[in-house]
């Protein structure tokens, strides 16, 4: 690890160069708003132009059973499966299902943690997208109490 | 997530060893804090505290490097364990917080009464609350070690065991209507008996702390601010003789106990 | 700030300087934390600080635990046999309201504090120390668990025998005033420091004593 | 200015694991503010991770996403030394980069 003037010092230049050599733009993607605005599981994988979702043992899906507070929830998904173009992580009882996206390369594992807010107990379910448009998936339920006193 | 692994592997072994007629759920919910506690937010807090200390601020423009947290002029590693303390200067034992409006006062040329009022999160509080988080941070793992030599720091134990069993208000609650005695719970909530030494990284020791549940990092001065009021009782005022003594009597109790602060909870 | 402290601090050296070696006495001390008191809290919304002024009965819990010694059982009596007077008992004998009215109030926590407002339906606390309904696990363990209240006591099976009529009295007096049984006490007056209405009252004898509540079943 | 993310970048075997912290408030649209007005969505949507100044990834996040988001991903063949970059932005337009090196 770093000491975190380093971080800044860094931090201005990496800013620099993104600004001035626009060192992204094949990846200057569209947010998918018709996906998080979507309600469904299976509506978001329609927007995401996914076929019908399918089971698969070879999906994680990591979390607790019982989250103490529905305002932070650990979630990971990932997959060792080869061919992997996005893992979503979606939470089936929120207003919108959706919860991220992540775009996979060949650079990095199929292998993501996060944490989601859940309005209630719900199934949450991590999915992954192949290249060929398929759709694995596996899910869990969460239970969210709310705890403490409610005063 | 190897360390989760481990972390849950730990929790899972105590669990069992020590207490066997824990249910499904208090187990689900220590897993759910285990996850919680590896990549704890509180770390932006401190890196915003370490900021605001080195930075030239105020209308004196000047940074807190000179500032006295009670192991002389700049010092910040290990001061936490020690407070509060009695501090010449002020004639006046003082906790973290009320010492660094203190420090804001004298070298940054801020109003430390203005401060005092301000609502917790908002403006010159909000620094307050990062300074004391990384302050705390460098005494990370070190143990309580009060000191109780001065008159006023020995009077201030006292007085806080007294506002500790002080009971009012509509429900009659004090603080050891929840903190006063083992395996005491609130909803699901594990409440530390705060009457004697609850462990390393347990009560005093585990303040400041990011709060899961709405977001916030809450300073010793915040949490005991909240106990009040959840207690029904009329508020506190910061850095005020209350708030101050109550954590001398926390903090003695808790002498030899590591602190894990800044921690997470729920 | 500054002034605000050197009250209370004051007070405290002067009594330093008189205490020599031996340090402040325990009265002085009492003073000292009431000074200190006085000093730091202030009213805020819905919360003023007379809702802190001495009571006989606090003070007297407050002195015993900081001695560490419980209260004398002649003062404990005594102020257990005051608090006893403030027990109404319901004129028409009926003590049972609705128990899914007093499943709600029990899970509420909320109510009468400087957060809330004025006219925030204030909660029964039962949930936070007690477990009752036993499908919820999101219960506290400072009080002991009611489950199976009415069922375990006999109420149930024969709700009109002497030994009934002995427990669902002594339910009552203490949801209305818990300090009338045991002086000291942690669990509120509910109805008698206006926390719950009466009517709210029986609608938590419902819930502990109803045959179709989910704490009997 | 947002203040800073804490990124921790550690090298095990072929792959370095990182993990990010982000200061952000990620308002869910859902709640309401003491007027009962409700307080509009606001919060990252787009965070793109480098290493050595290459894209490895990409993420899309909603409002759902916890308040200070936590991340983390492992990038194959980064070793100690190698630098890391995470950008994220905003609903607002607003964006944050830092760096870190791997250890």
């Known amino acids: 690890m770093q000491t975190r003037r380093k971080t800044l010092k860094h931090s201005a230049i990496v800013a620099g160069l993104l600004a001035t050599t626009g060192l992204f733009p094949h990846y200057a993607f569209a947010y998918n708003k018709p996906a998080f605005e979507a309600k469904s599981v299976a509506e978001v994988l329609k927007a995401l132009g996914a076929g019908a979702p399918v089971e698969s043992k070879d999906v994680t899906i990591g979390g607790p059973d019982i989250a103490e507070n529905g305002a932070v929830v650990p979630l990971t998904a990932s997959t060792a499966l080869p061919g992997v173009k996005h893992i979503l992580l979606l939470v089936e009882k929120n207003p919108s299902a959706l919860v991220a996206l992540f775009n996979v390369t060949d650079s990095v594992e199929a292998n993501f943690a996060t944490r989601t807010k859940m309005g209630q107990s719900s199934d949450v379910y991590a999915v992954a997208i192949m290249n060929d448009g398929k759709a694995l998936f596996a899910k869990k339920e969460v239970k969210v109490t709310l705890g403490g006193c409610g005063g | 997530m190897k360390k989760i692994v481990f972390m849950l592997a730990l929790a899972g072994l105590a669990a069992t060893a020590a207490n066997a007629q824990k249910s499904a759920a208090v187990l689900a919910i220590e897993e759910y804090r285990a996850m919680l506690a590896d990549g704890n937010p509180s770390e932006l807090f401190e890196a915003k505290g370490e900021d605001l200390w080195k930075q030239k601020r105020g209308p004196k423009n000047a940074s807190l490097e000179q500032c006295d947290l009670g192991q002389g002029p700049g010092v910040v590693k290990a001061v936490f364990v020690t407070l509060p303390r009695y501090f010449a200067d002020t004639n006046r034992v003082q906790d973290l917080e009320s010492r660094l409006l203190t420090c804001m006062e004298s070298l940054q040329g801020f109003n430390a009464a203005d401060i005092a009022k301000t609502p917790f999160g908002k403006d010159e509080q909000k620094n307050v609350t990062a300074l004391a988080t990384w302050i705390a941070a460098a005494s990370r793992d070190m143990k309580f070690n009060l000191p109780q030599v001065h008159a006023k720091e020995q009077a201030a134990y006292e007085v806080g065991k007294r506002l500790f069993f002080q009971r009012g208000g509509p429900h009659d609650f004090s603080c050891a209507s929840c903190h006063g005695a083992d395996n005491w719970r609130i909803r699901l909530q594990d409440l530390p008996n705060l009457t004697k030494n609850p462990g390393d990284g347990v009560g005093f020791a585990a303040w400041p702390a990011y709060r899961v549940s709405n977001g916030q990092m809450w300073s010793m001065q915040l949490r005991l601010n909240d106990c009040y009021r959840q207690q029904r009782f009329p508020y506190p005022g910061f850095g005020s003789d209350a708030t101050v003594a109550l954590g001398v009597y926390l903090g003695v109790n808790s002498q030899g106990s590591k602190s894990a602060a800044p921690a997470i909870k729920r | ?217 | 200015m947002a203040d800073p993310m804490r990124i921790r970048a550690k090298a095990e075997g072929d792959k370095a694991t990182v993990r990010v912290l982000m200061s952000h408030e990620m308002e869910s649209g859902q709640r309401k503010d003491s007027t009962g007005k409700l307080i509009p969505a606001m919060h990252i949507n787009e965070v793109t991770a480098s290493h050595n100044g290459k894209v490895v990834m990409t993420a899309e996040w909603g409002p759902a996403v916890s308040k200070n988001p936590f991340l983390q991903f492992n990038v194959k063949g980064a070793k100690a030394g190698d630098k890391v970059a995470i950008t994220w932005k905003d609903s607002k337009g607003d964006t944050r980069t830092d760096e870190a090196t791997v250890s």
């Open chain 3, 1 to 217: 700030m500054k002034k605000q402290h050197a009250f209370a601090l004051s007070a405290l050296a002067s009594l330093l300087v008189a205490g020599c070696a031996t340090g402040p006495s325990t009265a002085d001390l009492d003073q000292m934390a009431a000074t200190v008191v006085k000093s730091s809290f202030s009213d805020k919304g819905i919360v003023k600080v007379s809702a802190i002024a001495p009571e006989d009965i606090n003070v007297a819990c407050t002195a015993a635990d900081v001695a560490g010694k419980p209260l004398d059982p002649a003062v404990a009596e005594a102020l257990q046999a005051a608090q006893l007077k403030s027990i109404k008992w319901p004129a028409d004998g009926n003590y049972m309201g609705d128990w899914k009215a007093g499943e709600k109030l029990a899970q509420s926590g909320r109510g009468l504090t400087w957060s809330d407002k004025a006219d925030t339906a204030n909660g029964g606390n039962c949930y936070n120390c007690h477990q009752l309904d036993p499908k919820e696990i999101s219960f506290g363990t400072i009080g002991p668990s009611l489950t199976g209240y009415g069922k375990t006591r006999g109420v149930i099976a024969d709700p009109t025998s002497t030994a009934s009529k002995a427990i669902i009295e002594y339910t009552w007096g203490k949801i209305w005033n818990a300090k009338a049984y045991n002086a000291c006490s942690v669990m509120p007056r509910a109805v008698h420091k206006g926390i719950i209405t009466e009517k709210q009252a029986k609608d938590l004898m419902a819930l502990l004593l109803d045959p179709k509540s989910p704490v009997n079943n």
